[in-house]
């Protein structure tokens, strides 16, 4: 029988999550912020992460994301728009390395979208959802449960904002704060269960050690 995990009733108890704030999230809109964003995330070496899509409504219409992908340190999160061409090779290179631990929950479809859209795979992942699974929960913690669970505090996700246009040119900063601190929130749960980096269920790692060069 797996551990139980706190109640959105149990959980809304809680004081809220120290959330990232607007001016901890960036969005690159540039070569230069692409690349600035780029170097800062290599140097971290990992990262909370996440992806969305604009939603789709119609029975079999496929989604056409991710539209965003945000990667999140522990300061600050940086929101890539799919739609800005000059961040693409950036974008493409940290997807792509192993240098970069990328940390989230419930990564499956991110994987199979990222590869549909980008005709590339996703390296060096730790889903959550797998650490908490090794500890004796069920297959699919949450984001929601695991910040009551760990960090004793209420993570609160909107379906208004979930289900917002996430293709959107300019996101508003409702979009903003819930796709940083979405990745932001994996990043921190991990770092406070303490658990030794040998324990860490990392996938897609190359066999041997990864040389990469940075996008020009």
Known sequence: MSKSTPSKAESALLQPF??????????????EECASASAAIFAAGI??????SRPTF??????????????ALHDRAFIYQLSRPDCLPYLVEL????????????LQSDHAHIRRRLGVTLAAVVDMNTVFRKQGYGASTGVRAAVALVLKQKFHKSKHVTTSNWAAAQ??????????????AALEVLNALDLPRADWPVTGLPLSPEVHDHAP
Not at 18 to 31: E, G, H, K, R
Not at 58 to 71: D, L
Not at 171 to 184: E, S, V
Request: proline share 5%; hydrophobic share 40%; no cysteine.
């Open 95 to 106: 997807l792509q390395s192993a240098a970069v631990l990328k940390v989230g929950f419930g």
């Open 18 to 31: 120290q959330a990232l704030d607007l001016q901890q999230i960036f969005v690159p809109d540039s070569q």
């Open 47 to 52: 990262a909370g992460f996440d992806t969305e």
């Open 171 to 184: 996101l508003n900063p409702r979009q903003l704060i819930y796709a940083a601190n979405d990745a932001y």
């Open 58 to 71: 119609n029975k079999g219409e496929a989604s056409e994301g991710p539209h965003i992908v945000q990667f």
